[in-house]
């Protein structure tokens, strides 16, 4: 269990990464829209393509590069309804039941949407704003790039179920530790 | 369901048929539901077909890609609004001195159909829609320029309006003409618009009713015309040559039945549509009634769109020369007009 | 495979695996593919499942998301929220129900500001839970109260999903907003009755619980969430002395608050900014007004941030699941199914729109706002023209019965919200949150039936 937490210290460093881009987005953004309101206000004019660049580079990047770490933080919604009522047996066989579902249509995910990044790649997928051509397929690959680490947190859920005697559908457990960087 | 496979002669055909815009859309209601209507009549219901609007399966712009990757049998294809992948499809939003509904649908029936050579030996269909079974419908109405209130009476006018642009060409016309463009999804648009956040949009009368803006523009320019935006019933070519020949011939037929049905459409929604407006006040202002400096103005801006849009395609290794050519050429063919300058374009 | 039989098997499936505790949005992607699978076999899926993240995100309409949770984020670090909640409580003179009627009229304002229930109650599940529970608030109750009050953005215009269905129904957007103004207000108040209804209750429940600990201790088990020094912050709180305040800083506050809210609504009616733009003014507002408390540091931006990407990370990807799931729905034909259900009562249009409601009702139960919006309106609309219904009204009535479907289980985006934020579980919100969807959908939506003119009155009047 060493070997795999020191492992999961390394895969927590590229989520944190992730936090911080996603963080830096969401501040862009703000300086961003605000900004075009300034100058369309004072000087009736307009940042050309902001609308496009807001909607196509930004959200995406506010979304997806952290998402993973969304994902482990304990923050995702679930219906607590019988969980807890359950016997440490039970409990486990029901989350290795739900890691094998989630692993099953994350990897399909990851297929799909890597598919559709590298048709994307290949047809060269570009958006106009301004009379200028934006490409837009290099923000596809964070698509299979985030379900991929979501894949990988899931493996480490698994393998942490199999060697500890405690159920449990974070890896380390209070998720506060997580909180630290 | 096995798309490669050739249907038998009387197998029922299910055909998924998707739109990402809403059942009233005027392209959707009244020339894709009657040519499927029809096909089902003419096949005596061998062909039937499900249909999905208003983006519940496929949205706005992906329908081409639905149709191409199978995961719906024919799409309203909207070509323009994926100028990444069919660059020559904004050729139809050019703008012109004169054309209407009648004049512009025929003429992008044309270009479609047209067997002039761009490039290596290929026509237009077959540079930008090799993959699909192109069936044309009409395009919109012409667009035009309305605002809340904004009047242009002197060229200076025009210069620092803030108008929204609804295509790359309007983005490019907008540049050429010192106009601020403002991109906002439609449907945002109405409520910014009343409370000022900007001018006014290039758009067609006709489409006004989607979005109540008859009850909110105040001024509108008539008699010019900033391009026509086009659509067509899409399929893959893979589906269209799995289906038996009576099947194919009854969809050629239906498309010929509704197309011109379909482009009085927009004509009727546009005369309802200014009644609407001339109720709460609104003016209509034919161009040739403007200042002489503010037609110029206008018709300078023409110009450099053909010119800057022909250089564009050229620049992608496109014959975007040769495309403008023959889209006026057509289009002069059909009764539309273009700016002198732009006759000159060899 | 039969689409019934389908349908049915993922219905099965879908509570199965809602119950058994997985995340909603893997429940939500689990059976919208497999559903897809067993519909159309494996060749549907890459048409449809990769691009739909993608898409999903990419939209400038759902800025509103994290820069609406980045500026309730930036107040609620500035301890401004705090201070006006300590100001009320005073002026309350410890009467603690003033404090939710507080709350949900503080969702009604931020409604009014914001277009999208969920991160309205994400952000006030933050902002507001806390202090209801130093006031004697059980952990449900609190909660419930953020995700209603949080959920009154659905209705209270913009709405998001009123631009949705002006969009699918060709409704001007403007006069859809007008027109749901009244109804908006109306939930308003019928969730402040509700929960002094329920506050009372509750305190009642605790005087008893107090004199008979058997029972306080059963209470305490049924719901392990419920926090067991309830009963005596209950008790304690009147004479609990908080930090005392400066009048200075109450001043500077209030002034703040005001003018927070000056710039926002005054910007959206005066034309400044779209209501989508204001989410990211407010935000710069936000973080003007916390440099002027001088609350900023790295610690304000690491945790500010972390919060915002938490829950639109959150959200959007309960979006993109949502999305799929519909996919899924609207293959199988199943609103169509429903709705073929209904035609031998097509005569009596009141029955009709009873029978759409509890549909919708249902549909809002399960799936995501807008995907239902996408996917019924176009079956909807042929009927409701048929019976000659305001289309205008019905939209309205639309969105009140969304809005209300934002409380109810399984899907209740705003009962997410604010569990993730509060981290109290869901599913005891969801026990309160019911009481709050069931009262006001009866009240709201059969005023709505009876007196038409509550949506239709204003917009008429107006233009
Ligand atoms: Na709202
Ligand atoms: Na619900």
Redesign the pocket.
């Known amino acids: 269990m060493e070997g795999v937490l020191k492992a999961y210290k390394v895969f927590q460093y590229l989520k944190v990464i992730g936090v911080w881009v996603s963080g830096i987005s969401v501040l862009v953004m703000m300086f961003f829209i605000s900004y075009d309101v300034f100058v369309r206000n004072v000087f009736s004019g307009s940042i050309r393509g902001g609308f496009e660049i807001v909607q196509n580079y930004l959200m995406p990047l506010v979304v997806f590069p952290s998402l993973a770490y969304v994902y482990s933080s304990g923050v995702l919604p679930k219906m607590d309804l019988i969980m807890d009522k359950l016997g440490a047996r039970m409990k486990k066989g029901l989350i290795f039941m739900m890691l094998l579902i989630e692993l099953f249509i994350l990897a399909l995910i990851v297929q799909f949407s890597w598919e559709f990044a590298m048709n994307g790649l290949e047809r060269k997928t570009a958006f106009p704003a301004a009379g200028t051509m934006y490409p837009l397929y290099p923000l596809f690959f964070m698509i299979p790039i985030a379900f991929a680490m979501i894949f990988i947190e899931n493996i480490f859920i698994l393998i942490r179920n199999l060697k500890e005697e405690k159920a449990s559908l974070l890896v380390i457990d209070k998720s506060g530790e997580l909180e630290g960087f | 369901e096995d798309t490669d496979k050739a249907y038998g002669e009387s197998e029922t055909i299910k055909l998924r048929a998707a739109t990402g815009l809403s059942t009233q859309h005027a392209w959707w209601a009244n020339s894709m539901v009657p040519w499927m209507e029809r096909v089902e009549e003419l096949t005596d219901g061998q062909v039937v077909f499900e249909s999905f609007t208003g983006g519940e399966l496929v949205s706005v712009p992906d329908e081409a890609d639905a149709v191409l990757d199978g995961t719906v049998d024919v799409a309203l294809v909207l070509p323009i609004y994926e100028p990444d992948q069919y660059p020559m499809a904004e050729v139809t939003m050019l703008p012109l001195s004169h054309s209407d509904t009648f004049i512009a649908s025929n003429a992008w029936k044309k270009l479609l159909e047209s067997d002039v050579e761009l490039a290596d030996g290929k026509t237009y269909s077959e540079m930008q829609f090799s993959g699909f079974k192109v069936f044309p419908v009409s395009t919109t109405q012409e667009y035009s320029i309305s605002t809340t209130g904004k009047e242009f009476i002197t060229a200076n006018d025009i210069k620092g309006t803030s108008l929204r642009t609804p295509s790359r060409i309007h983005e490019v016309y907008a540049g050429e003409a010192g106009i601020n463009s403002v991109t906002m999804p439609a449907v945002e648009m109405y409520d910014a618009l009343s409370r000022g956040t900007f001018d006014g949009s290039f758009y067609s009368i006709a489409d006004w009713s989607g979005y109540g803006f008859q009850d909110l523009f105040k001024y509108t320019i008539t008699g010019v015309n900033f391009g026509h935006f086009n659509a067509f019933i899409g399929m893959s070519k893979e589906k269209w040559e799995s289906l038996p020949e009576h099947v194919q011939q009854a969809m050629t037929q239906a498309n010929e039945e509704i197309f011109t049905p379909g482009a009085q459409e927009w004509v009727d929604r546009s005369e309802k549509a200014i009644t609407a407006n001339k109720e709460i006040g609104g003016q209509f202002v034919d161009f040739s009634t403007l200042n002489a400096d503010v037609q110029e103005h206008f018709h300078k801006g023409m110009e450099g769109t053909w010119k800057n849009y022909a250089e564009l395609l050229e620049s992608n290794g496109l014959p975007g020369d040769k495309l403008v050519v023959l889209w006026r050429d057509i289009l002069i063919e059909e009764g539309g007009e273009v700016p002198e300058s732009i006759m000159n374009l060899e | 495979m039969d689409s019934l039989l389908v349908i049915a098997i993922i219905i099965v499936m879908l509570i199965m695996l809602l119950v058994s505790g997985l995340y909603i949005h893997s429940v939500l992607l689990a059976s919208g593919i497999i559903g897809l699978i067993l519909l159309e076999g494996f060749g549907i899926l890459p048409g449809l499942i990769g691009k739909e993240p993608f898409n999903r995100v990419a939209s400038y309409t759902l800025t509103t998301i994290p820069l609406f949770v980045l500026m309730a984020q930036f107040i609620l670090q500035s301890g401004l929220v705090q201070d006006i909640f300590y100001m009320v409580h005073k002026v309350s003179k410890g009467k603690n129900s003033l404090l939710g009627v507080l709350t949900l009229f503080i969702g009604g304002m931020l409604g009014a500001v914001s277009g999208s229930g969920t991160a309205t109650s994400a952000s006030l599940g933050q902002v507001a839970i806390p202090e209801l529970r130093r006031h004697g608030y059980s952990a449900p109750l609190a909660g419930a109260i953020a995700a209603a009050g949080g959920s009154l953005s659905g209705i209270i215009p913009p709405s998001i999903i009123l631009i949705l269905y002006g969009v699918a129904t060709e409704t001007p957007v403007g006069k859809l907003f007008i027109g749901a103004f009244i109804p908006g207000i109306l939930t308003m108040v019928v969730f402040i009755f509700v929960m002094l209804v329920l506050f009372q209750m509750e305190r009642k429940k605790r005087s008893i619980a107090a004199v008979n600990p058997v029972s306080m201790q059963m209470e305490s088990s049924i719901n392990p969430y419920q926090d067991k020094n309830d009963i005596e912050t209950a008790a304690t709180v009147s004479e609990h002395k908080q930090e005392t305040i400066s009048a200075l800083r109450l001043v500077t506050v209030s002034i703040i608050g005001v003018l927070i809210m000056a710039v926002i609504f005054g910007g959206i009616y005066s034309g400044l900014f779209t209501p989508t733009e204001a989410g990211a003014v407010g935000s710069l507002v936000g973080l003007i007004a916390a440099l002027i408390l001088g609350k900023v540091n790295v610690q304000f931006f690491k945790s500010s941030l972390t919060e915002t990407v938490k829950l639109t990370g959150m959200v959007m990807i309960i979006m993109i699941g949502a999305q799929i799931f519909g996919k899924f729905v609207s293959l199988s034909l199943l609103p169509r199914k429903l709705i073929v259900m209904l035609e031998p009562i097509m005569d009596s249009p009141a029955l009709v729109l009873i029978a759409i409601s509890v549909v919708l009702f249902i549909m ?3 799936v995501e706002g807008a995907a239902v919006i996408l996917m019924s309106i176009p079956v909807l609309l042929p009927i409701i023209t048929e019976l000659q219904v305001d289309i205008l009204w019905f939209g309205v009535f639309v969105a009140v019965i969304c809005t209300i ?5 399984p ?2 985006l705003s009962v997410y919200a604010v569990a993730g934020v509060s981290g109290i579980g869901s599913g005891p919100i969801f026990k309160v949150g019911m009481i709050f969807a069931i009262v006001a959908m009866i009240i709201v939506c059969g005023l709505m039936i009876v007196f038409p003119q509550l949506a239709t009155w204003l917009p008429n009047s107006m233009s």
């Open positions: 809002f139960m399960f479907g934002l409380l109810t289980p899907v209740g």
